[in-house]
């Protein structure tokens, strides 16, 4: 416990953050699975729990924030700059699905939290935050209103494949790649379709929200 103990709360937090799935999964989003990954890491019990004073949201935020990070480690620039646009978004997407396989049961709990009316903001924000994160990893610099219309779709995107990915058997979740697959299409065609509306002086005319709406609910 010595080599944690002049750890900052914020340390404390992404030290735990990456474990606390594995006792998430059985103990719920709760104040014991933080308890347990703090056994595990050496830290003081209390002293963990003032690290994640905001309940299970906070616990699913900091797991999500080493997501973030993890996935830039497992998809960095230079392999990244070799692929299409297309390709970066399904690798990084499929690069966050693939660290949190080990731990679907514990995002099925997770995704129940989200879904609570208390944490719909929340949740919105955590879903923005990933889909900004992937967005700027593929080199998108966009500050207009490119940046939004970008963001919310690919949101949209992966918070739909979550849910699909919670409850997919199939071999190597197969069903869930062909799924984002599909998904992301339906966004590469919106663009090209912007475009040529916005060449044309009609792109005030589509309705952005309601090709979202139509992602959010796909027929599988």
Same mark, same amino acid.
Request: proline share 4%; charged share 25%; no cysteine.
């Given at each position: ?18 474990? /606390?799935?594995?006792? +998430? ?7 014991? *699975?933080? &308890?347990?990954? !703090? %056994?595990?890491?050496? $830290? ?52 966050? /699905?693939?660290?949190? +396989? ?7 709990? *997770?995704? &129940?939290?989200? !879904? %609570?009316?208390?944490? $719909? ?56 790649? +062909? ?42």
């Amino acid at each position: 416990m010595s080599e944690t103990q002049d750890l900052t709360l914020d340390e404390i937090r992404a030290l735990l953050a990456p474990i /606390l799935p594995r006792h +998430a999964a059985f103990d719920g989003w709760r104040p014991q *699975a933080v &308890a347990m990954a !703090a %056994q595990e890491k050496g $830290v003081d019990a209390d002293v963990a729990q003032l690290a994640f004073t905001d309940g299970a949201i906070g616990m699913i935020d900091a797991w999500f924030a080493s997501i973030d990070a993890r996935m830039m480690d497992a998809l960095p620039p230079d392999r990244l700059a070799t692929l299409s646009i297309r390709k970066k978004i399904i690798g990084l997407v499929e690069a966050r /699905l693939a660290l949190l +396989a080990p731990d679907r049961e514990a995002l099925r709990r *997770a995704l &129940a939290v989200l !879904a %609570q009316p208390a944490h $719909v903001v929340r949740a919105g924000k955590l879903g923005w935050r990933a889909a900004d994160i992937m967005w700027r990893a593929a080199g998108d610099t966009a500050t207009d209103f490119n940046h939004y219309s970008k963001r919310m779709p690919l949101s949209a995107i992966y918070g739909s494949t979550l849910l699909v990915f919670v409850n997919d058997d199939s071999e190597g979740h197969a069903d869930s790649r +062909a799924f984002l697959a599909r998904r992301v299409e339906d966004v590469m065609r919106f663009e090209k379709t912007k475009a040529k509306f916005r060449n044309a002086g009609g792109g005030e005319h589509l309705s952005l929200s309601r090709f979202i709406g139509g992602l959010r609910y796909p027929a599988i």
